[in-house]
């Protein structure tokens, strides 16, 4: 008996939108529901920050690709619904940041994201 799978995860498109620094590609990559919660230096566990819907995603995804720096898709791991990823990031000045993303899939686009960022300093 075939199964007929579903849309699945574009895993080229997120490597061409993190590297190429195309915020474009990146938001094609989320549902229009979707929504991102970030922990960093300025967000802690118990207050991330909370971005909801395409419009507030694109944002910050034009914000962080916009900047002068280097961005690089270090692993991506999907299985099923799900997908976990690993990026590298590095201004001029030598300040790095490593950032680590847990997704949530439906139909191919993400839904729920929650990412963990680390800095130098």
């Known amino acids: 008996m075939a199964t007929t799978a579903g849309p699945v995860f574009d895993t080229g498109a997120l490597r061409r939108g993190i590297e190429g620094h195309t915020a474009s590609t990146l938001l094609s990559l989320y ?3 979707a929504e991102i919660r970030i922990v960093d230096r300025d967000s802690q566990p118990s207050h ?3 971005l909801r819907g395409r419009a507030e995603i ?3 995804l034009e914000d962080v ?3 002068d720096m ?3 898709l270090e692993q991506c791991v ?3 619904d ?3 990823y ?3 990031c590095a201004y001029p000045d030598g300040v790095r940041v490593l950032a680590e993303s847990m997704v949530s899939l439906r139909d191919g686009k993400i839904t729920d994201q929650i990412m963990i960022q680390a800095w130098d300093e």
């Open 70 to 72: 280097t961005h690089r």
């Open 65 to 67: 690709y916009g900047r």
């Open 78 to 80: 999907v299985q099923g």
């Open 31 to 33: 549902a229009d529901d």
């Open 82 to 84: 799900r997908a976990a």
């Open 58 to 60: 694109g944002s910050m």
């Open 86 to 88: 690993a990026e590298s």
């Open 48 to 50: 991330p920050k909370v």
